[in-house]
């Protein structure tokens, strides 16, 4: 006969007993992450519906002229992005992984600097840098007649121009992921290849590659639904891609049937981008060791390290360093008026307020998210986490339309009751409030603080949460006593990077915002949309600076010391 220690059973009782305390919160979560998942699955339906109506006036010359120009466009941006950003992005992080050269110190931090600097932001830039009578033609006239200065000059306002500046600021995505990744490698297989004789290209493109594979993937999987979410370098050096074609068909037509049924090509552009980063990724599982080796950086010396080093510095100067440079110079020539400075306060503090709600939000929905997969874990709550998480796949301009005629019908209905009830009518509540807005940025940028928190737990023992219950503590007593306090770095990193997105973002801030309303963004599109972007240069000077600290933080995470060649 066994004896059984009352305090043991005591325990054992309390444990029992804790889910049950905390069903109250459980249930509160689980609707909480359902609505979400509601919220963010509402546009694509939208999406749909808008499509179902017929259009037969529209068809035959969105067959005709714009659906042949519009995919070929996009085929030929996405894939020369991804060519360019693939080369620069992989070259160069694998440049300062596995070897030492002079600057490389520096060039880890400057490397991944070209993401804060906005796809639209650097278009406007170097558009304005190489236009007849530019900075460039200026400097070249020096040197060659003028006239012989404007034929040599590129033109940019074209599709290869498209290409090389979108890959210029999105590389860093790339070369992030892929640094990650060589950092990882174990060295067993380079050694091998090493001892086999192999060269440091034959490494690179037969072992090291490969062995990259499924981080490549997810980078250049983030570059192509970045590209495909762009519309301000897009619209300005004159390429026709999907989000191009929805807006001028939504707004220079008037046609939102006709748009949502471009929306739905370009959600199978996205689809497609997503089977393709998963089978990037599928069965790679083999690209680390168990327990891998610091990768050893080689030194490069001499005229060799001093070419790795133009290699990699190009890249963030052409990316990142020229840019701001033109940014600042602006700013300081045309200085800012009363009325100037009037309306840029405005636009910042209307970005600022947009993107710091939208930012609280996005945190409370996306903890409600993952407590409700890590609570209960099931098919159902994965789902609804996958759903969740599907809003940074969505095109701004596709979620901003998609959105549109769900806040049209709360707004009309509300307007509806109050006259029924006898009261004022509000007006545009969530239109002409901003509420849209916010509501189009956490549906956006959900992903990012999902992501942030979800990796938090994961490096919080379950016994943790075992303790907490044999204690007789609640779920949510759990929640705010113990894993809140841990998490708090992994919080702080998704609201700094939910922030920067949204003030960054131009196509949904564009469409949703209030009558009459700018923020730095939209702000910045229409001066360069009146051949004036130079009078918004220091709204995009505030943008950039806002966005170096975040990316400067990945950047400072992105080092780990390495053992001597």
Same mark, same amino acid.
């Given at each position: ?5 009352? *305090? #043991? ?79 620069? =992005? ?27 600097? &906005? ?17 460039? *033609? ?6 060659? &007649?003028?006239?012989?200065?404007? /034929? ?19 590389? @860093? ?40 594979? @499924? ?41 939102? @049937? =006709? !748009? ?22 599928? *069965? ?72 710091? #709600? ?18 209960? @874990? ?8 996958? #759903? ?6 969505? &095109? ?17 209905? !509300? ?10 009518? &509000? ?7 901003? !509420? ?78 209030? /009558? ?50």
């Amino acid at each position: 006969m066994h004896s059984t220690s009352p *305090h #043991i059973d005591a325990s054992a009782a309390r444990f029992a007993r804790a889910p049950a305390r905390g069903n109250g919160g459980e249930t509160t979560v689980r609707v909480i992450a359902t609505l979400t998942a509601a919220l963010v699955a509402l546009p694509v339906a939208s999406i749909f519906v808008l499509a179902a109506q017929p259009v037969p006036e529209l068809w035959p010359h969105l067959i005709s002229y714009v659906l042949p120009g519009t995919l070929r466009d996009t085929l030929l941006l996405l894939a020369g992005v991804a060519v360019v950003t693939l080369i620069i =992005g992989a070259g160069t992080a694998w440049l300062v992984t596995a070897h030492d050269f002079p600057g490389r110190s520096l060039l880890v931090w400057l490397l991944p600097m070209p993401l804060a600097i &906005p796809t639209y932001i650097a278009a406007y830039v170097y558009a304005d840098l190489f236009e007849p009578l530019g900075l460039a *033609h200026k400097m070249l006239s020096v040197l060659v &007649p003028a006239q012989q200065a404007a /034929m040599w000059l590129p033109n940019l306002r074209s599709l290869p121009g498209a290409i090389l500046i979108i890959g210029l600021v999105l590389y @860093p995505y790339v070369f992030l992921s892929a640094r990650a990744m060589f950092q990882t490698q174990g060295l067993d297989a380079l050694e091998a290849a090493r001892m086999l004789r192999a060269g440091p290209w034959a490494i690179a493109w037969r072992v090291t590659l490969p062995m990259a594979r @499924p981080a490549l993937a997810v980078g250049l999987a983030l570059v192509s639904l970045e590209t495909l979410n762009d519309i301000g370098a897009s619209e300005y050096l004159g390429v026709r891609t999907f989000t191009v074609s929805i807006f001028n068909t939504w707004l220079n037509r008037s046609s939102l @049937p =006709g !748009a949502a049924q471009i929306a739905l090509l370009a959600l199978l552009f996205v689809a497609l981008l997503v089977v393709l980063e998963r089978q990037g990724r599928r *069965h790679r599982t083999y690209a680390g060791a168990e327990n891998p080796r610091t990768i050893r950086r080689r030194r490069i010396a001499g005229a060799k390290g001093w070419a790795a080093t133009v290699a990699c510095m190009l890249p963030a100067l052409l990316g990142f360093v020229v840019p701001l440079l033109f940014l600042i110079r602006e700013s300081l020539r045309r200085g800012l008026a009363d009325h100037s400075r009037t309306a840029l306060l405005e636009e910042a503090l209307h970005s600022f307020a947009y993107a710091a #709600i939208a930012t609280a939000i996005a945190l409370l929905l996306g903890l409600a998210v993952v407590l409700a997969s890590r609570w209960r @874990p099931g098919r159902l709550r994965t789902t609804l986490g996958a #759903i969740a998480r599907a809003g940074y796949a969505l &095109p701004g301009l596709v979620l901003a339309l998609g959105l549109l005629a769900p806040l049209l019908t709360v707004d009309n209905a !509300a307007n509806t009751l109050a006259r029924t009830m006898g009261f004022a009518t &509000p007006g545009l509540v969530l239109i002409g409030s901003g !509420a849209a807005v916010v509501i189009a940025y956490v549906v956006r940028f959900l992903a990012v603080p999902a992501g942030f928190i979800e990796a938090g737990f994961a490096r919080i023992p379950r016994d943790y949460d075992d303790s907490a219950a044999i204690a007789g503590a609640s779920r949510l007593t759990t929640l705010r006593k113990v894993h809140l306090p841990l998490l708090t770095p992994a919080l702080l990193g998704a609201a700094i990077v939910v922030f920067v997105d949204c003030l960054k973002e131009l196509p949904a801030t564009l469409l949703l915002r209030p /009558m009459n309303v700018e923020t730095l963004a939209t702000s910045i599109y229409q001066y360069a949309s009146r051949g004036s972007f130079e009078d918004g240069a220091l709204a995009a000077l505030l943008i950039v600076a806002a966005s170096i600290g975040p990316v400067a933080w990945l950047a400072r995470f992105s080092d780990v010391p390495s053992g001597p060649a």
